[in-house]
């Protein structure tokens, strides 16, 4: 049995929504790595950033030819050479720009994050990543967690401050993993994906404070012929390392290159620049809608000002774009009528598909058996009652959201 046999993809509106992403699973199609490599760029990369926002501007649209004309016309990618500067070269200086003045994701906090600069923003960071940990994760949406998991890598830190992160050991601890570099990166991509895994899931904390390392680890993106020391320096922070898996590279292979859906799994809380080097990177996203338009919501909860349009703005544009994406939402006890349903309303628009999860349990400062507990935090101390998960997905139905496949799968 393959990925594409599973039950799930019967479901035309899920295979319709996510056909590109399945197509690149599936290696039927490259990802987009590997087409933003072959769009040349006709520009000395030290000219002004504003030049190079300009020709990052055409080299999309060209971009985005060739990748339609791959998905419906059947053009054959290798008849496209490998141009002396390309649009992911375009990408790799971009961002390395904009960590001199950080503007990765909303705060916009404009510090000098490259080794020569001395200030960190919200997001605490410098310009080394950490990762804590990579794995293949089993736990994921089955249309990410497939038969062999999704290959996910999870970083240190974040951009916003929700005092119940489930994943707060590393959420607010920015030291709590192992520095990497983008060439460490790329090389636990290739073991994950010819391992079996689906897609590369990064995630954290939040991805996105992260842009700099993780564009220039696609940049390098290959087939690898890893020495000992090398896969032992790797191996070192993979949690699943003691699983023996069987190593095939036709599992990420598309016509001799390495080939392996990027997922964004992110708080969508990244500047407009941001989305814009994703959008020639990223085979899926995977957005999440946390509060809804009450101020208060968010910056009680998370510290956060300018969620609700930041996050919708974000939604926006992925839905314009055509991108395949799939939102999540975790349902919040006494939230529903200020956060659930406000979002389930907006999000009827696009029609997406959406998991509305319900797994919602006290933790971070939220938890009142921890030693960080605040109890400000009381109205959200405790799981979700019965009739507020009745209601949360009673409203989904009535307002015909497409979310019961997605979210109840592992019921089925
Ligand atoms: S990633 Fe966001 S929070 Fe961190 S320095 Fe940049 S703009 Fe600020």
């Not at 090389?187 to 996105?208: A, K, Q, Y």
């Amino acid at each position: 049995m393959s990925f594409s046999d599973l039950k799930i993809w019967s479901d035309r509106d899920i295979s319709f929504k996510l056909s590109w992403y399945l197509g690149v699973a599936n290696n039927k199609f490259p990802a987009k790595y590997l087409i933003a490599r072959r769009i040349p760029v006709i520009i000395d990369l030290n000219q002004p950033t504003e030049k190079l926002w300009e020709v990052h501007s055409n080299a999309t649209n060209e971009f985005l030819k060739l990748k339609e004309e791959i998905q419906y016309k059947n053009k054959n990618l290798l008849e496209t050479s490998i141009p002396p500067i390309s649009l992911m070269d375009l990408n790799v200086e971009l961002v390395k720009r904009m960590l001199k003045h950080c503007n990765f994701c909303r705060w916009d906090c404009k510090v000098d994050r490259s080794s020569s600069g001395n200030k960190t923003g919200t997001c605490q960071l410098g310009p080394i990543s950490k990762i804590s940990t990579y794995f293949h994760h089993k736990g994921e949406e089955l249309i990410f967690r497939g038969l062999h998991g999704s290959g996910t890598i999870f970083f240190t830190s974040c951009n916003m401050r929700c005092c119940f992160c489930q994943n707060g050991d590393i959420s607010t601890d920015k030291e709590n993993g192992v520095a990497t570099t983008p060439n460490e990166l790329a090389l636990m991509s290739w073991i994950l994906r010819v391992e079996g895994c689906h897609n590369i899931n990064f995630v954290g904390g939040d991805p996105t404070i992260h842009l700099h390392t993780i564009i220039e680890a696609i940049s390098l993106f290959k087939h690898f012929t890893p020495s000992e020391s090398q896969l032992h320096n790797i191996i070192r922070n993979k949690s699943d390392k003691f699983i023996k898996y069987t190593t095939r590279k036709q599992y990420g292979d598309y016509m001799g290159e390495f080939n392996v859906p990027i997922l964004w799994n992110s708080n969508f809380f990244m500047s407009v620049e941001t989305m814009r080097i994703l959008r020639t990177v990223v085979d899926v996203w995977l957005p999440d809608f946390k509060f809804g338009k009450i101020k208060k919501c968010s910056q009680v909860l998370s510290r956060t000002p300018w969620y609700f349009e930041t996050i919708t703005n974000n939604h926006l544009l992925i839905d314009q774009w055509g991108e395949d994406y799939s939102i999540r939402h975790l349902i919040m006890p006494n939230h529903i009528e200020c956060c659930t349903k406000p979002i389930l309303t907006w999000i009827k628009i696009p029609d997406a598909l959406v998991n509305i999860m319900d797994q919602y349990h006290p933790d971070n400062y939220t938890d009142p058996k921890s030693l960080f507990y605040n109890d400000r935090f009381e109205p959200i101390n405790r799981r979700l009652s019965k009739s507020e998960l009745e209601s949360a997905y009673n409203y989904a139905k009535e307002l015909e959201i497409k979310f019961e496949l997605i979210t109840f799968e592992r019921y089925l």
